[in-house]
T-cell receptor, first 112, second 116 residues
C-alpha cells in the first residue's frame, strides 16, 4: 500500500491557462474522489468515480472543469481557462466501497 | 443538505493535557457515519477516528475518543495525553451510509496547537 499519490504537488500558472492534475489511488480501491480546499475552509466535494464511471459532479464543478478516470485506475482533473478563484488545494481520495477514504497530499494551484 | 459546524477555529493545549474539539452537524438522515480527520501542515489528511450513527457506544482509538450525542447532533473529539505530534488542523466530517455516493461533508476545521 503506497498510498494515494498526486502530481504535481504545486502548480503555478497564469490566468487563462489550462492545467491538469493527476491522482493515482490505492491500487485496490474502486472509488476515487476529488475535493477542493480553499484557505480556512474544509475540503468541498467536486466529483467522484466508481471504477471508470463518473457518477456525480458537484455544482462547484463548472464546465471549465473536467475529470476522467480511464480504465478505472488513475484519474485526471483538468481546469480550462483558469481564473483567480480556482486557486486552491485540490485533494484526491480513494476508498474501497464503504471503507474510509484515504487522501493524497494534494496539488496546490496558484493562479498569477 | 447536510452541514457540519466546528465552532472553534483554534484551540491550544499543554503537552500531556487533555483537549476536546467540538463538532455539530445537521441532517435529516438516521443512518450515517461521522469522522475526525487530522491534517498536519503541508501533509496529507489522515483518518483519526470514525463513528457509525447506529452504534450507541462511543468510538475509541488509543488516546482519541469521541462523545457522540445523536439526539443533539453533536460529535466531539477528546485527545488525552496530548503530544507535540498532535498539532494539526482537525476536521469533522459526515457521510451518509448506504446509497452510492460516499462523499464527505467537512466542517471548517479547528487548528490545534500543542504547547511544550
Amino acid at each position: 500500500d503506497t498510498g494515494v499519490s498526486q502530481d504535481p504537488r504545486h502548480k503555478i500558472t497564469k490566468r487563462g491557462q489550462n492545467v491538469t492534475f493527476r491522482c493515482d489511488p490505492i491500487s485496490e480501491h474502486n472509488r476515487l474522489y476529488w475535493y477542493r480546499q480553499t484557505l480556512g475552509q474544509g475540503p468541498e466535494f467536486l466529483t467522484y468515480f466508481q471504477n471508470e464511471a463518473q457518477l456525480e459532479k458537484s455544482r462547484l464543478l463548472s464546465d471549465r472543469f473536467s475529470a476522467e478516470r480511464p480504465k478505472g485506475s488513475f484519474s485526471t482533473l483538468e481546469i480550462q481557462r483558469t481564473e483567480q478563484g480556482d486557486s486552491a488545494m485540490y485533494l484526491c481520495a480513494s476508498s474501497q466501497t464503504e471503507q474510509p477514504q484515504h487522501f493524497g497530499d494534494g496539488t496546490r494551484l496558484s493562479i498569477l | 443538505a447536510q452541514t457540519v459546524t466546528q465552532s472553534q477555529p483554534e484551540m491550544s493545549v499543554q503537552e500531556a493535557e487533555t483537549v476536546t474539539l467540538s463538532c455539530t452537524y445537521d441532517t435529516s438522515e438516521s443512518d450515517y457515519y461521522l469522522f475526525w480527520y487530522k491534517q498536519p501542515p503541508s501533509r496529507q489528511m489522515i483518518l483519526v477516528i470514525r463513528q457509525e450513527a447506529y452504534k450507541q457506544q462511543n468510538a475509541t482509538e488509543n488516546r482519541f475518543s469521541v462523545n457522540f450525542q445523536k439526539a443533539a447532533k453533536s460529535f466531539s473529539l477528546k485527545i488525552s495525553d496530548s503530544q507535540l505530534g498532535d498539532a494539526a488542523m482537525y476536521f469533522c466530517a459526515y457521510r451518509l451510509s448506504g446509497g452510492s455516493n460516499y462523499k464527505l461533508t467537512f466542517g471548517k476545521g479547528t487548528l490545534l496547537t500543542v504547547n511544550p
